[in-house]
Each structure stands twice: as structure tokens, then as C-alpha cells.
């Protein structure tokens, strides 16, 4: 029987498990993650589940000191493994004119992206069946704009940004291990990238509420973190995603937030 380790069992990761059949599913976490279709172990134990592993998706981020996973790992990776390595579109850096293509060369241009960049380098350095998959934003149940209404309607005409329902991106996912092509990148996201305030107004239609009044960005009162997204733009090819999965579940934000809100609507 083939068995997934999940580094990671948070959102993606649980998403994916329950779409898989006949596969074992372990993950790693610090923490408790009572909802996890899977055994869950302490990331100390990650090691030794690699032992048992067929296949393995890495999802922690890296941080300033490197890839956390490869510094608990070093040394026992296998030639073997197929990793799934999921990566984020910030390694393509600031591209408002043209398409961010899988093939491009990576020009980051925030911390942010630079270290996930240094990450996938490293990943392919360690001679893995490596595949590695740069994932729009990504929201569902409990992370989307539904979850976000209170926050500020930042208006930047034309900053658009790309996002992907966690169901499909775990689809496509599960499609990669269904089809394993080490070597594959493949970009994640949506048929419509689409304005940060766009999607909160549509929310709040959908909800049957006037949204409040859009803030320029100018005068937005953010973090250091949630200022660094609004100095990029890109758009992305997304040719493996289409080859993988043609045809989303939620092809637009629009599907993806009417059925968020079906789910959270009791029905009588």
C-alpha cells in the first residue's frame, strides 16, 4: 500500500487525505489536529515515519534559517521518495506585465519569496523524485472572505490577486500522485484572479448585505506582513494545473464562496 506523509497536517494536507483512497495517511504536527483524516504524530517522530513512507508532501514554510523539514530530515531522505513540495508563486517576484510561466526563472522580490525559493532549490539538492507546486492564495471553510469581513475593503484598482479553493488544489495534488512526473512544477490557482475587494463585495452580496466603503490602500493601517502582498502583482500560467485537472470545482471565486456559504447555512 503506498502511504502519504504529510509534513504538515494542516488544511491542504487534511483536504488531500480525504480524497485519497487506498493510500495510508500519516502527518506531523506540533500540535494537536484532531481533524486530520489520518494518524497524526509529533513532528519528532518524523524520522521514523519516513521509514514507512512511499510518497511525502512538505507544506512547512521556511523560514529565515531554512527549510525545517530538510533540518529534521538530513540524511535520511531516499532517491526513492516522491515529494510533493509545495511552494508558493512569490518566487516569481513583481511581474505586472506578463505571464509567470512554470518555466520561468524565479525573481523574487520580497523575504518572503527569496526564502521559498532558497527552499526549492534545496529540495532539489537532495536528489528526491521531487515535484514542486506554487500555490496561489488559498482559502475554503473557515478561510475565506466570509471569515475576513471585518477587516477593511482595501481598493487598489487593477491589484489583482490569484487564489485557489483548497479542494481543487488538493485535487490536483492527488491527480500528481496519481500521475507522478518527478521534476513536474506546476503553478496553482483559479481560472480569475480577481481584486481583494471584489471578492469581499461579492461575499457580502451573497450574504444580502451592503458592503462598507472601500479604504485606499494609501491610507490602510497594515502589518509589515500584510503591506509585503500588496507590492506585487503577477498572473500565472497555469499549463501543468490544466494538464493535471482541466476542470475546477470551483473554477472562480464565485462558485467557491457560494458553496462556503451552502455550508455554513443550516437548511431546515
Known sequence: ??????????????????????????????????????????FQAARTALAHATHVLVSAAPTDAGDPVLAALDG??????????????????????????????????????????????AWRDTGVRLEIFRLAGIYGPGRSAFDRLQRPLIDAPGHSFARIHVDDAA???????????????????????????????????????????????????????????????RTLDCAARRALLPRLTYPTYREGLAAILRARTPTS
Not at 488531500?16 to 509529533?42: E, K
Not at 481583494?196 to 502589518?223: M, N
Open 1 to 42: 500500500m503506498n502511504t502519504l506523509l504529510c509534513l504538515g497536517a494542516g488544511y491542504t494536507a487534511s483536504s488531500l487525505a480525504t480524497q485519497l483512497t487506498g493510500w495510508r495517511v500519516l502527518g506531523t504536527s506540533r500540535g494537536q489536529r484532531p481533524g486530520f483524516p489520518g494518524d497524526v504524530l509529533p
Open 171 to 233: 485535487a490536483v495534488l492527488a491527480a500528481a500522485l496519481a500521475d507522478p512526473q518527478p521534476g513536474r512544477i506546476c503553478n496553482v490557482s483559479d481560472d480569475e484572479p480577481a481584486e481583494s475587494a471584489v471578492v469581499t463585495e461579492h461575499a457580502w452580496s451573497l450574504l444580502g448585505r451592503p458592503a462598507p466603503a472601500r479604504t485606499p490602500l494609501a491610507d490602510a493601517e497594515l502589518s509589515p506582513m500584510a503591506a509585503s502582498f500588496w507590492t506585487e502583482r
Open 76 to 121: 535520511a531522505l531516499r532517491p526513492d521518495l516522491t515529494v510533493l513540495y509545495l511552494s508558493a508563486t512569490s518566487v516569481y517576484g513583481h511581474r505586472p506585465d506578463g505571464l509567470a510561466g512554470e518555466g520561468d526563472a524565479l525573481a523574487p522580490t520580497t523575504a518572503r519569496g527569496r526564502r521559498r525559493a532558497a527552499a526549492e532549490q
